[in-house]
């Protein structure tokens, strides 16, 4: 494993474009667009206030970056350096900004969630939506791209619209059995759309592409009730979290329940195993613990019950058993982990300078390398020292080809390189 230098980073916002041949980083008011394999600096481009967000099109051709204080969109082009492009909301403001699946529309929502404005790069034209509803997840599109559903609050109740992308004709309009609807998801096939209640009503419920109801599911009553959901990349599966510390999974034949997995504050099942984080001397720099661990070890863990401080433990479930697999334990509250896009890999960052990858091999933690310095490019900016110390992960991205990930702090960013074979 090898780490880059550290470069400057604003609003945690680095981004690896689409194709996976570019990184995208925002220092205060400048884009800074770097080769993703060797870091050098293929364009720079500065807009007119501090930028809150940055957004790749689908084709890697075109990136926006919001500035929502200033009502703006620029859009810049890769292909085409000396094109740019500005949207003013105006007085309407803007609180969200996004690409449509085709990379050629900008779909900008109005503060207040008056309306969304799709604006066309290619005709300049302008169609707008109204009513749209200020919830977690108020737009979603199926992973090819053809339609978007677009929640909805008219007179006191919600609805939900699905479009035509190509056209943004509108395909359907029905109402929604929620109190609050709190957010839809698309299952990957495109083919379901869920839809949940506020965390006051515990209800999530499943539309087909023309709006029929096809199930509803409630856990319980008269506590708080949905936390997130999840689908399988197979759609066979939907996972549901809820504040009762559970997560239930539900099928795609009969929409009903087939398991639970519960987070218990103690692990009894002594095939359960379990990697604890423990402190060492700041020389030892890479610890990596064998699997499946020694008669000794294994003895040791489970003579008593471990306890668990839930914000520090990471649990992974093995879903064609149905069970708990392996829990990791950190000294630190996670803040960010995500899968390797490649293989089943999982990295794990906690607020410090460390970067924890767990595969069904085992599990390693390494340090950032003590001392780097922060680099600057053309831009100008001033040159610093920074030490690992100072420099806390608090977000990671992985690169599509899964033998890179991006380490995001709070002001810099180093990249950190994976060999494939390195941890089987």
């Known amino acids: 494993m090898d780490f880059s230098e550290l470069f400057k980073l604003s609003g945690l ?12 980083s925002c220092v205060q008011f400048r884009l800074v667009v770097r080769d993703a394999s060797t870091l050098q600096v293929l364009q720079l481009y500065t807009c007119l206030d501090q930028i809150q967000y940055i957004e790749w099109s689908s084709d890697s051709l075109f990136i926006l970056c919001a500035m929502y204080k200033r009502g703006i969109v620029q859009v810049w082009s890769l292909e085409q350096p000396d094109w740019h492009c500005k949207i003013d909301e105006g007085s309407a403001g803007l609180v969200a900004s996004c690409w449509s699946p085709d990379g050629r529309h900008i779909l900008n929502t109005t503060e207040f969630h008056l309306r969304i404005t799709v604006w066309s790069l290619c005709t300049k034209s302008v169609s707008y939506i109204k009513y749209p509803k200020a919830c977690q997840q108020g737009i979603a599109f199926t992973k090819d791209g053809r339609y978007m559903a677009v929640a909805e609050r008219r007179d006191c109740k919600d609805f939900i619209s699905i479009f035509v992308c190509s056209d943004w004709q509108l395909l359907r309009h029905f109402d929604t059995e929620t109190q609050d609807l709190f957010g839809i998801e698309w299952a990957p096939n495109g083919c379901v759309l869920a839809a949940w209640d506020t965390c006051l ?7 087909s592409l023309d709006g029929r109801l096809l199930s509803t599911y409630r856990a319980y009553e008269w506590s708080l009730g949905i936390k997130s959901i999840a689908w399988s990349p197979s759609s066979q599966f939907l996972a549901i979290g809820s504040y ?20 218990p504050a103690t692990i009894a099942n002594t095939k359960t195993i379990v990697y604890k984080e423990v402190e060492k001397s700041p020389s030892v720099e890479t610890e990596r613990l064998s699997l499946p661990p020694t008669r000794a070890l294994a003895s040791s863990l489970f003579s008593t019950h471990s306890k668990y401080n ?23 509250a996670v803040q960010s982990f995500q899968w390797d896009p490649r293989q089943p890999r999982l990295a794990v960052c906690t607020g410090n300078s460390k970067v924890y990858l767990w595969s069904p091999a085992g599990c390693v933690a390494v340090q ?14 001033t040159n610093c020292s920074v030490s690992a110390g100072d420099f806390q992960i608090v977000s990671l991205s992985w690169h599509a080809s899964g033998d890179s990930m991006a380490l995001l702090g709070k002001d810099n960013f180093c990249m950190c390189y994976l060999e494939r074979e390195e941890i089987k």
Not at 244 to 259: P, Q
Not at 310 to 332: M, T
């Open 310 to 332: 839930i914000p520090n433990a990471v649990w992974i479930w093995d879903i064609q058993k149905l069970k708990l697999f392996v829990v990791l334990e950190q000294l630190c």
């Open 201 to 207: 009503e515990y209800k999530i419920l499943l539309y």
């Open 244 to 263: 009762d510390e559970k997560v239930r999974i539900l099928n795609h034949v009969t929409w009903k329940k087939i398991t639970e997995f519960e987070h």
């Open 13 to 24: 916002l680095g981004r690896f474009s689409p194709d996976g041949k570019c990184l995208a």
């Open 368 to 381: 950032v390398p003590l001392e780097a310095r922060a680099q600057t490019n053309s831009c100008s900016l």
